[in-house]
């Protein structure tokens, strides 16, 4: 894959109302890098990636693509370099698992059947699941459903992919299936922004970890650095907690 | 002759029941039908412009939408057909001539719509925000979102409320009779009372009823199988907590087996 591009977050504020979710946070994700952003519930690590492809849109800062704001481009066409996967799947549960893959395309990238089809089964083969593709989501279980999310985000060949706690849903058992997916995405390149609880994940895949705490990054390093001397006394108690 | 019999007589005539059927099923049926199902498809139109109009986030949308709605659905619906059929009568005159059908299917609709419009707008706030949230992460345009994404999911939940809906449509198209219908024109109710008139005896409008019952109560009992297959999924695919994990043959279903 060697679409990726570099991504950073430059002081990005937002709130809801009077709460102050995202408090002048900065990121930085090199090419074809992954970036795992951890911390305690609440603490607007959700918010900020949905700041990445604007369906939240920031009340200051900037986010660049590549050097470029987003907040140029048109939303529309921004999310459709930009892959997001989601904590409940959100398949679309009134198609079959071939055709929530093919819609976007055709509707969207505008392939013809023959060929979105072609590209969604390659996806479907890509992430082990072949043979569901004319299943409902609702009758597989909740890992090959976030396979599928996956398939289907990578489908239109995004630039950067985002992880909104990808495997929060899922029952232990099948957590290590969709890991290890996005664990080889990674290897291959994809720049990727993975919000995350699993520490082992963060820790042998990601380049970058930033650690989120009541709206800011606290602390941000390689994996090797924070999760074996973390600076900040809220990181460390953090790191107590979860590990 | 002793009251029990006139009594029967009056209601269960054969013979004159006999003279009906033939225009009540070549003439009555046809029209009720025309009437009923022309209007059900123009008021889920207007219905889903309606529910759109009723989320959207300008107020000058929201509001008209929410006048709309109180007035057709506050109006008896026998005022509404007259207001309409005669009000725009000499409007209508000009556009189609004096036939009365246009603006009878047009007041029938716009109640319809009413009701149609909140029905539709439940279904589409049913349908999980997280839903909308996925399609436009993936670079569909809301407008493209709703389309492809919610509307679909939304219009499977209300379905059984959409056949109750064509269930009370059967029945008010026999108000539309208030216009003024030629002989060819005339719906069941109306075949009905002109040969109770005629012959002042109940048995033809009897008869116009069990027409009425006869569309009216497999749709009911369609309903609630619809109801019940979206609640418990389908019989061969077992139990299940989503009611989305369903394929539906429904149009067929709801009204096309009745013809």
């Known amino acids: 894959m060697n679409t990726s591009v570099s991504l950073s977050l430059r002081d990005v504020h937002l709130a809801f109302g009077r709460h102050r979710v995202l408090r002048g946070v900065d990121l930085d994700v090199a090419r074809g890098g992954t970036a795992c952003v951890i911390g305690p519930s609440g603490s607007g690590k959700s918010t900020l990636l949905r700041t990445v492809n604007r369906l939240l849109e920031p009340d200051r800062g900037d986010v660049l693509l590549d050097g470029r704001s987003v907040l140029r481009d048109d939303p529309d066409a921004?999310?459709?370099?930009?892959g997001m996967v989601f904590q409940q799947f959100n398949l679309f549960p009134h198609m079959s698992v071939l055709r929530n893959i093919t819609l976007p395309l055709r509707r969207i990238r505008r392939l013809g059947e023959d060929e979105a089809v072609a590209r969604a089964r390659a996806e479907l083969d890509r992430v082990g699941l072949a043979a569901k593709a004319d299943a409902r989501p609702a009758h597989l279980s909740g890992g090959q459903q976030q396979?599928?999310?996956?398939?289907?985000?990578?489908?239109m060949q995004p630039q950067v992919m985002l992880f909104d706690e990808a495997t929060s849903a899922l029952d232990p058992e099948l957590v290590k299936g969709v890991l290890a997916l996005m664990a080889e995405l990674s290897a291959q390149g994809m720049t990727m922004v993975v919000v995350t609880h699993e520490m082992g994940f963060a820790r042998q895949v990601a380049d970058t970890v930033a650690f989120m705490d009541a709206g800011v990054v606290l602390e941000a390093g390689d994996p090797q650095s924070l999760f074996e001397s973390p600076q900040h006394p809220?990181?460390?108690r953090f790191l107590s907690q979860v590990l | 002759m002793d009251p029990l019999r006139t009594l029967w007589e009056t209601f269960f005539d054969w013979e004159s029941m006999r003279e009906a059927l033939p225009e009540m099923l070549t003439v009555g049926l046809p029209n009720t039908l025309i009437l009923a199902v022309t209007a059900a498809l123009l008021g889920s139109a207007l219905g889903i412009l309606l529910a759109v109009a009723g989320i959207s986030r300008t107020r000058w949308l929201r509001w008209p939408a929410r006048v709309w709605t109180d007035v057709f659905r506050g109006l008896p619906a026998a005022a509404t057909i007259l207001l309409i059929g005669v009000g725009l009568a000499p409007l209508g005159m000009q556009v189609w001539g004096p036939n009365p059908y246009p603006l009878g299917i047009l007041a029938l609709s716009l109640i319809a719509s009413a009701y149609l419009g909140?029905?539709?707008r439940s279904g589409i706030q049913s349908v999980e925000a997280t839903q909308l949230e996925a399609a436009r992460a993936l670079g569909f345009s809301w407008r493209e979102a709703m389309r492809r994404v919610i509307i679909p999911q939304g219009i499977r939940r209300i379905l059984p409320a959409w056949v109750n809906q064509l269930i009370a449509l059967i029945k008010d198209s026999s108000l539309v009779y208030f216009l003024g219908l030629l002989a060819s024109q005339r719906e069941l109710f109306r075949i009905g009372q002109d040969y109770a008139a005629n012959t002042g005896?109940?048995?033809a409008l009897l008869l116009a009823g069990l027409f009425y019952l006869a569309l009216t109560v497999p749709l009911t009992h369609a309903v609630n199988w619809?109801?019940?297959r979206l609640r418990h999924g389908r019989p061969e695919?077992?139990?299940t907590d989503d009611p989305d994990d369903l394929d539906l043959a429904l149009p067929g279903a709801a009204g096309g087996n009745q013809r």
Request: charged content about 30%.
């Open chain 1, 78 to 82: 921004l999310r459709q370099r930009i």
């Open chain 1, 234 to 236: 809220r990181l460390r």
């Open chain 1, 147 to 155: 396979r599928v999310a996956i398939a289907r985000a990578l489908a």
């Open chain 2, 226 to 228: 619809i109801d019940k």
């Open chain 2, 118 to 120: 909140e029905i539709f």
């Open chain 2, 201 to 203: 005896n109940q048995s």
């Open chain 2, 237 to 239: 695919a077992g139990p």
